[in-house]
Nanobody
């Protein structure tokens, strides 16, 4: 059973920083991709950033230059700098493996103006 546990969400003023972390436990392929999606109220869930087991990264255009994703084996971190009110959303960690995708429970990030 694969489980993802997120931490690090909260309330921050515009221009501030937050760091999200996600720890994966259980048995799964070493060839995988971890990352984050986010969902604002009334909107679809959108990709934020991903990182493969080989270290390749991908970012949504809206966060490039402000967010940085990193990983250490089965744990990944999303450093979010220069936060904007439009970054407010529930952030979901995910793990994609050859035979499935797993999601965390979500963590709220609120950026006040």
């Amino acid at each position: 059973q694969v489980q993802l546990v997120e931490s690090g969400g909260g309330l921050v003023q515009a221009g501030g920083s937050l760091r999200l972390s996600c720890a994966a436990s259980g048995s799964f392929s070493s060839f995988n991709t971890m990352g984050w999606y986010r969902q604002a109220p009334g909107k679809q869930r959108d990709l934020v950033a991903t990182i493969t087991s080989g270290g390749s990264t991908n970012y949504a255009d809206s966060v490039k230059g402000r967010f940085t994703i990193s990983r250490d084996n089965a744990r990944n971190h999303l450093q979010m700098d220069s936060l904007k009110p439009e970054d407010t959303a529930v952030y979901y960690c995910y793990l994609r493996i050859p035979y499935g995708t797993y999601w965390g429970q979500g963590t709220q990030v609120t950026v006040s103006s």
